[in-house]
């Protein structure tokens, strides 16, 4: 509380400076000095970015006092990331950008500072979702597990959720544009619950990231990035229409934003319709036909001393369920569902604002999030509801920073309700309100060419949940009151001897308290009945990881590995016995350690630039001490990526063929409940270019997925408890239209 009393004095002291405004502009060039038409110009920490025009020349203004990151990029040229310190007035900062095939180093917001990826000691992966080359899916997730380390838990095509380094559900968590993203992620039959849509990256964290972001990031952080708004002056907007053939799925989604340098604001609608997918070989898979709608909506204020951003989402999904019952009862293909499916609603709203006070900097953020779940048997037929509501706010202060030196310290907070809903024949939670609040501080400080980042964390939590049923009646839960607290820190390190070279090193110390799911669960849940566990004590992890990063402009080498040990890991289990004529499962404890690494290589040779050559891989492996192996635990994978990516061919601009070979290991780790998975290979082509027809741009692309139509399943597929297989052959085609025009 004293950081916010302080905040008035900071006004006053900073009085003087806080009307100065500053502008920046230049030229982007090439190593030809010819200018480059399309380049971005982006500062990552203001939300606020401007597009060079033909003659290369680009404006910024209204930016406030102080150090900032500016990102200039554009498509075959290396990133420049250039730090400028503005004093008030003008300043002129004209770029040079060097050919690559390889981008390699981007701006990050996920680590705290607003760095970039190689000065933080904590591994961060970059996926760009608006690179053309992307291989579509009707399953969102399947896009970010190209990415080393990282894997999903699916149910069909409509539902999967996060997999890093063999941690998932609770152990994983996910944000919205920084804001935590709260909708019953404890059950690997929840979805993620966000589109792609209006979604311009994807940062991953592996490991801990307790020290930023609390209980749940154990494992690691997913944070999907918002679109930056429109370049300063302009009105621009995209419409894109995407095909499935295996799932007769159509997929729709059109924005619309302008920013006239004070003053920004954008919409976003987007819709998703899919039948029940072909698995390999041919048969349709019952019930695994969903339905998305969302709609996005922002205004943002750039002005004097305030960068302030607004943001509303709102998703509604249908989510068919391939249970048995459902198996039984659905005898034709169809798209709607109408038995035995879950429903799920979400409005998410959150304000983020920065405040610049001199060379200090004050980031204040609120959010009000509200989940409505539902599942529904037969026609109409509400088995459970559940409303979670969460409102969290944090506030951080960026002492006077230079090039070389950072400190933050900061406060979050949050409430959470838990309510059941108009009666219904399931509680499988009880209502239950949950507040927490915590204090950190983080440093880093560059020693030459080493840069030394660490940080310390509290954290309080309090759960109170209502009394359910009556003693002696089945689902019975008493009372509940819990409170945790714990202290978790975190040392790391990044050595760059050439500027194409990095190492890193981090050991963290991380924490996760048990939920409300896992502690008070009693009832039946999709194919099983959940116990919950009032016994349980919070997790405790503690993990190594040290990696290696070489660079230059046509080749690129990634290689990390890491050791994770976690007291009292918590997962649920089978307890052998039936309960409603159900199997019985209930969540368990016990000490566990995981350890695996991941390789990267991508080329493009130098006397070849046309060729592409990507390749990656990881394994992970993970047991309880002295006993069985963890549950989902994913398979070693490698993929490999093969192509041709061309200047220009007749009208075709930008033309590439890509073939992707997707290949798994056979997995026979596994925990008592599962059994194992034999090994897999799938093979993906993806094609594609930009064209003109009467100066309107359009992006095309032809993709199919599991050419041989291959009959398979993944280790992390649920639906093998009911045999069915992933999906097979897919022909998707994805056509983009872009569109902008001036209002200066």
Known sequence: MRIVKLIPLYILLFTGVLNAQNTI??????????????????????????????????????????????????????????????????????VNLEQASIEAESVVVSAGYGSTQHQNAVKIDVVRLNERHKMPSPNFMETLTMVPGVDMISKGTGVAKPVIRGL???????????????????????????????????????????????????????????????????????????????????????????????FHGGIRVGQKSHADYYQGGGRFVPNSRFAEHSIKLNVGLNWKMLSSNIYYDFNRQNLGLVEEEAVQEITARGRKPSVFYQQLGTHL??????????????????????????????????????????????????????????????????AQWNSNLNNRETILLPDAFTTNHSFFGLFQQAFGKVRLQTGLRFDSKMLESDEVGFINETGYRPKLN???????????????????????????????????????SNGPHEARYELGNVMLKPEKSFEYDLSAHY???????????????????????????????????????????????ELGLHLHPQSVQWLHFGANGSMVYGKKKGGDYLPFIPASKVFVEIGFMGGKLGFLQKPYFLTRLIGAFSQNNTAPDETPTPAYGVVNLSMGANFNLSRQPFEFNFSVSNLFDKKYVDHLSTLKEVGFYNPGRNFSITLKVPFQTSIR
């Open 25 to 94: 502009k230049g030229i982007v060039t090439d190593e030809k000095n010819s200018p480059i038409h399309g380049a971005n110009v982006y500062i990552p920490i203001l939300v606020k970015g401007a597009t060079t025009n033909i003659n290369g020349e680009y404006e910024l203004t209204r930016i406030p006092n102080g150090r900032f990151d500016l990102q200039v990029s554009h498509i075959g040229y290396a990133n420049q990331i250039i730090s400028v310190n503005f004093t008030g007035g003008e300043t002129i900062l004209n």
């Open 168 to 262: 998932s559900m609770n152990d994983v968590l996910v944000l919205s544009n920084g804001v935590r993203f709260e909708n019953y992620q404890y059950s690997s039959h929840h979805p993620l619950g966000i589109d792609e849509f209006g979604i311009e990256t994807v940062e991953v964290i592996k490991g801990p990231a307790s020290l930023l972001y609390g209980s749940d990031a154990i494992g690691g952080v997913l944070n999907f990035i918002k679109e930056r708004p429109a370049s300063e002056g302009m009105l621009e907007g995209d419409y894109t229409l995407q095909t499935f053939s295996n799932s007769l799925g159509v997929v729709n989604n059109i924005g619309i934003k302008a920013s006239t340098g004070q």
């Open 349 to 414: 709203i959150s304000s983020q604002s920065k405040l610049f006070l001199g060379r200090a900097k004050v980031d204040v953020n609120g959010s009000l999030q509200s989940t409505e779940l539902a599942h529904l048997g037969e026609p109409g037929e509400y088995e459970l509801q559940m409303r979670l509501t969460t409102f969290m706010y944090e506030a951080r202060v960026v002492l006077p920073s230079t090039e070389s030196k950072d400190f933050i310290i900061g406060f979050q907070g949050l």
């Open 482 to 520: 819990k409170k945790y607290e714990n202290v978790t820190g975190s040392v790391g390190a990044t050595y760059r001897p050439r500027e194409e070279l990095v190492f890193r090193l981090n050991v963290a110390a991380a924490y996760r308290n048990p939920n409300l799911a896992e502690l008070t």
């Open 551 to 597: 660079h230059i402009d046509h080749l690129l080498i990634d290689i990390a590995g890491f050791a994770n040990t976690i007291s009292n890991y918590i997962y649920i289990g089978p307890t052998g016995q039936q309960n409603n004529s159900l199997p019985e499962y209930q969540y368990y404890q016990s000490d566990s350690y995981l350890y695996g690494s």
